[in-house]
């Protein structure tokens, strides 16, 4: 057996070289650039790589976790060895998730082009591979951890190491007999092929062959009559069955003699059931569905917040990268801290910290050259401003030189808006948000320049501030008319008062609130709210208190229609043993070492609603909000009863399995104890979070058959949160896994919940099976 990365590299001479191995600078800042061996590894999949001095020590990674290569000097770091090394020998390699970019620099531009060609050959190859080839690379994988001598084969001792490290604690005897049943050679030992028909043993899925059994008349097969029936009563699929039926046997059904008779095998239902289309998120509605013609307030709109920070609030790293990462997952609200810098160049950076600076020319570069690479939809660049004047104006025309026709410099049609434009009428435009001189209609007829606050955080939220920008907003600042000029749709005002708001307000001026005002804005006059996001943008922002980078729960403003709920994408952790022994104490630290620190993004059930809410609509950064917080209907979130047309919803959710759950302590050994939470955001009334029972030392097949239930009085709000835990009954317990879903893009039935890392990143084969039902409650509750 041989793994699919293996065999299509045998037939490629770049992969071929790639085996081989080069020597290429490693490359982590100006003075520190060092040679390693690289090498790509038999399997065609693992690129190891060490220094000649360490010994037996070496480092891996594999080029399933590689997104993209960057050609050339593409990142800051070999940007700033430009004059030492000339792009055509440099590349970068960006790795989802949390890992950092690897920077290389090769020794010709012949050798960079194998590794950079090479590198994408794999990618591609791997994101091209059906789900057969996936689970064979996966099995391989096993194979390769679990034969400790490399012969090739796997006797009894190393399959039962193989059970410890795939989470599976199997009485000894039931193992030793399923080896044997495999072992056809009867030589003691499992050779490539055998191993596969173990791994076929161990993963045979009872759960899946009941509800099989159910709709099977023989057991052996489904007819095309008892699959439209199971898509029917249990799929609730409706009029469409019959067709979908037939089109599942055509898409799944691996045996050519059951597609004859147009039959499902119990392989064909299992391989439908675990593919997206058995997921629990609808797949058509991953796709851009919705009405993207209707005005920008209408919509939820993916934001991010301090966007150029890599690491903490006071100390981290700025950096153009951190652009990148957010406007690649869909970011269509991206931050700028602007401030006076040296030689007339304005810098980004947090003010009155020790966070890095970068230059605003260079962020403006950045977003012109990514905005629109992941969607087409506008991009509102909000513009924190603290430049003089002088700055200002160079601010005004790098937007206008870098940016060009991208940049939108005035309303369209030339017309003064009644309501802003939508998504369709801004595709490919960035939008400026900023303090604006006067109004649009006035625009022509303005003096130069204008006296105000000084950004709208330093307004809204002064407590949070440092003594010397308390002191700067105090002496007030001027804006220039160039950089006034370039806002059209977005422009910053104080909030007054939702009365102020109705009666004075423009569509096109918006609002910054701090999260704890939004929140109080939300529970006491929480209808209003709704109105006023019904016709104007809000921004919030998160409190300054809040310098570890976490998040505040962006499902309370939601609730009220604000559309630019900000999230951070960045938490420092430092690796040094002082940062540690303070974090089990909780005490908070800073660190004189912060430079090692690892960067990823911030973790967490904030981070998690935010992605699950933009998981949909083709991940376009815009979400359109329900019909009744677009009309003039009075929703109040905290009264959702009372709205027009309200009907309350039973979610029911049987958790039945669990599949390949991943180890969170890889100590040899150590075996997890699964638990399933699902947790529901949404209206106050909605907020819940029921629990399954632990299972003991089982993370590769535990089985729990047990339902939870739940009320929803808003589903068109609420998002449904399903977390996998390692349960401890001594401490925390540890997370796992997890998946958040829009409940309006639930699918009902038996379906496979395919878990996410802690980062967001799909972890391999690893899912629950469950059986939904939603049904409207017939008495009130």
């Given amino acids: 057996m041989e793994s699919p990365q293996s065999l299509f590299a045998q037939g490629d001479e770049d992969l071929q070289v790639m085996k081989a191995g080069a020597m290429l600078r490693k490359v982590k800042s100006r003075s520190w650039k060092k040679q390693r061996h690289f090498r ?12 000649r ?78 789900d057969k080839e996936r689970l064979d690379q996966w099995i391989w994988d096993w194979f390769q951890k679990a034969d ?59 759960d899946v062959w009941r509800v099989f059994q159910d709709y099977s008349r023989d057991g052996q097969i489904l007819t095309l009559a008892e699959l439209e029936d199971f898509l029917k009563q249990e799929q609730q699929e409706g009029e469409r069955s019959l067709e979908h039926a037939q089109e599942l046997i055509d898409r ?57 920070l890599m690491d903490d609030q006071l100390r981290g790293q700025s950096s153009q990268e951190a652009y990148i990462q957010a406007l690649k997952r869909g970011c269509r609200c991206v931050e700028v801290d602007c401030w006076d810098g040296p030689n007339g160049e304005p810098v980004v950076y947090h003010g009155h910290t020790f966070t890095s600076k970068i ?8 977003l012109a050259e990514y905005a629109f690479k992941v969607s087409e939809f506008p991009v509102i660049l909000s513009l924190e401003n603290h430049c003089s004047m002088e700055q200002q104006r160079v601010m005004a025309q790098l937007l206008d030189t870098i940016l060009g026709d991208t940049l939108l410099r005035a309303p369209l049609d030339r017309l003064v808006p009644q309501e802003l434009p939508s998504p369709q009428d801004l595709k490919g435009k960035v939008l400026l948000k900023a303090k604006k001189i006067g109004g649009v209609e006035e625009s022509e007829t303005l ?58 307000s423009k569509c096109y001026e918006m609002s910054s609130f701090s999260e704890s005002k939004a929140r109080k804005l939300a529970k006491d006059t929480g209808a209003e709210f709704v109105r006023h996001n019904s016709r104007q943008l809000s921004r919030v922002y998160p409190s300054g208190m809040r310098t570890d980078s976490s998040n505040y729960n962006p499902q309370e403003l939601w609730n009220v229609g604000c559309q630019i709920g900000l999230v951070k994408h960045t938490v420092h952790i430092c690796t040094c043993i002082a940062c540690f022994l303070a974090g089990r104490k909780k005490e908070k630290v800073y660190c004189p070492k912060w430079q090692v620190a690892l960067n990823f993004q911030t973790a967490g059930p904030e981070m998690d609603l935010n992605d699950g809410l933009f998981s949909q609509n083709g991940c376009c950064g815009y979400v359109l909000k329900p019909d009744f917080m677009r009309n003039d209907d009075s929703f109040d979130p905290e009264r959702p009863q009372d709205r027009n047309g309200y009907t309350s919803l039973r979610l029911s959710i049987q958790v039945i399995s669990g599949q390949q759950l991943p180890k969170v302590n890889h100590k040899e050994g150590s075996i997890v104890d699964p638990l399933v939470r699902v947790e529901i955001y949404g209206v106050f009334q909605d907020q819940a979070k029921q629990e ?41 317990n540890d997370f796992m896994g997890q998946f958040t879903v829009p409940f309006t893009c639930i699918q009902p039935g038996y379906r496979h919940i395919h878990l996410l890392s802690k980062d967001g990143t799909a972890i391999p084969l690893s899912s629950l099976f469950v059986n939904i039902k939603i049904s409207e409650l017939t008495t009130e509750v």
């Fill in 692 to 732: 399954t029972s632990y299972i003991d030392n089982n993370g590769f097949n535990p089985l729990w058959n047990e339902t939870l239930n739940f009320i929803v009085h808003v589903p068109e709000l609420a998002l449904v949160r399903f977390v996998v835990e390692d349960y401890d009954k001594s401490s925390r």
């Fill in 447 to 504: 003096t130069d320049e204008v006296t105000d606050e000084v950004s709208d955080e330093d307004e809204a939220d002064p407590k949070s501030l440092s003594a010397e920008a308390l002191r700067l907003n105090d002496k007030k600042s001027k804006f220039s008319r160039e950089l006034s000029d370039l806002v059209v749709y977005c422009k910053s005002v104080h909030f007054h008062s939702f009365e102020y708001s109705r009666l004075h």
């Fill in 53 to 130: 001095w360490a010994g037996t020590g070496h480092s891996t990674f594999s080029v399933a976790d590689v997104d993209v290569v960057r050609e050339g000097h593409q990142s800051e770091i070999l940007l700033s060895i430009a004059d030492e090394f000339p792009a055509d020998l440099c590349f970068t390699l960006v790795f989802r998730g949390r890992r950092s970019n690897l920077d290389l620099v090769a020794e010709s531009p012949s050798e960079a082009q194998v590794w950079i060609r090479g590198v994408r050959k794999l990618i591609q190859n791997t994101k091209s591979m059906n």
């Fill in 252 to 308: 799944y059904e691996p045996s050519e003699n059951a597609k004859k008779h147009g039959a499902m095998s119990i392989d064909g239902f299992q391989m439908y059931l675990v593919s997206p289309e058995g997921a629990i998120l609808d797949p058509q509605l991953l796709a851009l569905h919705q009405d993207m013609s209707q005005p920008l307030s209408h919509y939820f709109i993916c934001s991010s917040h301090n966007t150029y």
């Fill in 359 to 366: 230059l605003f020319r260079d962020v403006i570069t950045t």
């Fill in 148 to 206: 400790k001598n490399k012969d090739g084969r796997m006797n009894f001792k190393e399959v039962r190491t193989l059970l410890k490290m795939m989470n599976v604690d199997m009485n000894e005897e039931y193992a030793l007999r399923l080896f044997t049943m495999a072992d056809n050679s009867e030589s003691g030992c499992l050779e490539n092929e055998e191993f596969v028909q173990f791994y076929k043993m161990l993963t045979e899925r009872e």
């Fill in 40 to 51: 790509l590894q038999e399997d065609g999949q693992t690129i190891w790589y060490k220094s």
